[in-house]
């Protein structure tokens, strides 16, 4: 599978707002999932945001209320809009593609390679 690209990211202060991009090329299945995930340093990866085929959407709990994923499928993207940044916030950020299937969703095409995003308090 080839790994999606992600752009945007980068540095800015609490409060401010980051749009991410993932472009991928891994087919998707008539059920499909698309996510983020984040790690930061000396932490475990967690999952952030997922859409699914069907429109529904899911959050971590610490992003519910200002993180918004959304995809384009004709462009075969998604994003990840961030906004009210935290400092906890800060960590690198990856997207990937996969299938949704009895309630879970499984990441085919792997993680991209990562985008920083830095908050500043």
């Known amino acids: 599978q080839v790994q999606p690209v992600q752009s945007g990211g980068g540095s800015v202060q609490a409060g401010g707002s980051l749009r991410l991009s993932c472009a991928f090329s891994?087919?998707?299945?008539?059920?499909?999932?698309l996510g983020w995930s984040r790690q930061a340093p000396g932490k475990e990866r967690e999952v952030v945001a997922e859409?699914?085929?069907?429109?529904?959407?899911s959050y971590e709990d610490s992003v519910k209320g200002r993180f918004i994923i959304s995809k384009d499928m004709a462009k075969r993207t998604h994003y990840l809009q961030m906004n009210s940044l935290k400092a906890e916030d800060t960590a690198r950020y990856y997207c990937?593609?996969?299938?949704?299937?009895?309630?879970?969703?499984?990441?085919?095409?792997?993680w991209g390679q990562g985008t920083q995003v830095t908050v500043s308090s």
């Open positions: 891994v087919n998707t299945y008539s059920q499909y999932c």
């Open positions: 859409v699914r085929s069907d429109g529904t959407t």
């Open positions: 990937a593609a996969g299938a949704w299937s009895d309630g879970h969703c499984t990441f085919i095409s792997g």
